[in-house]
């Protein structure tokens, strides 16, 4: 069974930080070191929008909002991928969603209060 499973959401204040995971599992794991990794929000009542990504040989590129504040690493001998936020804002909130091409996990929720 293939799986990406996140971690790590939850609620923080404004100017807070979470660290979020993202575990792959099944046949994911054959193909998770050669591909490009993402991360992916979606606010209530938004579209889906990316956040981040990274690519196999581990160079990131992040949209405008969160650049300087989000981080994102990858461990290709665990296969897992990490997003690293610090202060955060309202505007943040959201479920967050990591994807392997082709794949999608069941997101976790960032809730971050004023």
């Known amino acids: 069974q293939v799986q990406l499973v996140e971690s790590g959401g939850g609620l923080v204040q404004t100017g807070g930080s979470l660290r979020l995971s993202c575990a792959a599992s099944?046949?994911?794991?054959?193909?998770?070191?050669?591909?490009?990794m993402a991360w992916y929000r979606q606010a209530p009542g938004k579209q889906r929008e990316l956040v981040a990504y990274?690519?196999?040989?581990?160079?990131?590129n992040n949209v405008d909002s969160v650049k300087g504040r989000f981080t994102t690493s990858r461990d290709n001998a665990k296969n897992k991928l990490y997003l690293q936020m610090n202060s955060l804002r309202p505007e943040d909130t959201g479920v967050y969603y990591c994807?392997?091409?082709?794949?999608w996990g069941q997101g976790t929720q960032v809730t971050v209060s004023s």
């Open positions: 990274i690519t196999s040989t581990g160079n990131t």
């Open positions: 099944g046949s994911i794991r054959s193909i998770f070191s050669r591909n490009v």
């Open positions: 994807q392997c091409p082709g794949f």
